[in-house]
């Protein structure tokens, strides 16, 4: 739109909605526009709308979920904790870089919840950090025995 420019309803105090047509072949790129506003979104991992990738799987009895965390301190950044059957991943970044007569700074944080499955053992989970990736295990005994056969003697 021009800078100054109003059109002849809007003099008369008449603002009036845009409608705006769409081609159907990109009917799927709805949000293009909002993507192109943020460029290199991988290469911001904690801007507006982003999310983590997270992977899970069960291995050997364990349930494992993988985090692609990069660039962030374990000991610091990263929160992992369960409860009520829900695991938890927090992840918050603090940049700051100071230099003469300019500083810059970035902020953010996420948190993804993940449901455990049936019989995972809260008290046993490990988590390790390397390359990146936050790496969570969680035992998950074999199910239990719900019945059992019992022997029958004879009376005498």
């Known amino acids: 739109m021009r800078s100054g420019y109003k059109h002849p309803r809007e003099e ?42 997270v992977e899970d799987y069960t291995e050997d009895g364990t349930y494992v979920v993988r985090a692609e965390l990069p660039g962030l301190d374990p000991e610091r950044d990263v929160e ?12 918050e970044r603090r940049e700051e870089t100071k230099e003469d007569r300019h500083s810059e700074f970035r902020y953010g944080s996420l948190s993804r919840s993940i449901s455990l499955p049936d019989g995972a053992d809260p008290d046993n989970i490990t ?11 969680v ?18």
Request: proline share 12%; net charge positive.
């Open 80 to 91: 992992v904790s369960a409860s009520s059957g829900v695991l938890t991943v927090h992840a």
């Open 12 to 53: 008369m105090g008449v603002v009036m909605p845009v409608l705006v047509r769409r081609h159907p072949a990109l009917a799927h790129v709805h949000d293009l526009p909002e993507w192109l506003e943020t460029p290199w979104p991988s290469l911001l991992p904690f801007g507006p709308g982003q999310a983590f990738r």
């Open 127 to 137: 988590a390790k950090y390397g390359n990146g990736i936050l790496e969570v295990r």
């Open 139 to 156: 035992p998950v005994p074999g199910p239990k025995a719900t019945s059992r056969h019992i022997a029958v003697g004879q009376s005498t």
